[in-house]
């Protein structure tokens, strides 16, 4: 496997409602500052992250649904995929809804997930695992020997 082939999709959210109630200030002055008083809603930003850096970025006004993720993989990540990569999804539920992963077989390219939870937490817990097979040099006679295999289809 070509490490140059993965993307990974990903995403993450904030909001203007996580601002701090309390602040410090010198003990004989009162604390006074600004704080965003946003929508109260969730932005989400998501994107592919290739080995040549980050593609496809979107940013959303709400946060990552079904819905959401299948048009952004339709109208935003397909067009940039070339034939023969390889879409690294999580188990997050939006992207395991009907069209996402047709979407992506129709560009000529196929959907890897990552490991499940209990696979996660013997692996440390965290996608820098499966980054870190992609992006290990294989070792004599082509094999990552001793490194998990990434399940493809």
Not at 25 to 48: E, K, M, N
Not at 63 to 92: I, K, S
Not at 107 to 120: K, L, W
């Amino acid at each position: 496997m070509d490490p140059a082939r993965f993307v990974f999709l990903d995403e993450t959210a904030t909001t203007t409602a996580i601002t701090k109630r309390y602040g410090r200030s010198p003990s004989d002055q009162r604390l006074v500052a600004a704080v965003p008083h946003g929508h109260w809603r969730t932005t989400t930003l998501i994107a592919g992250l290739g080995q040549t850096g980050i593609i496809a970025p979107l940013v959303l006004d709400g946060p990552m649904t079904g819905v959401a993720c299948h048009a952004y993989v339709e109208q935003f990540l397909t067009p940039v995929l070339a034939p023969g990569d390889v879409v690294v999804l999580d188990n997050l539920a939006a992207h395991k809804v009907d069209g996402v992963r047709q979407a992506i077989a129709a560009a000529a390219a196929s959907t890897c997930r990552e490991r499940s939870g209990a696979e996660f937490r013997a692996s440390g817990g965290t996608v820098f695992g499966f980054q870190s097979w992609v992006a290990l040099p294989t070792r004599a006679g082509g094999n990552r020997s001793g490194f998990p295999v990434p399940r493809c289809h």
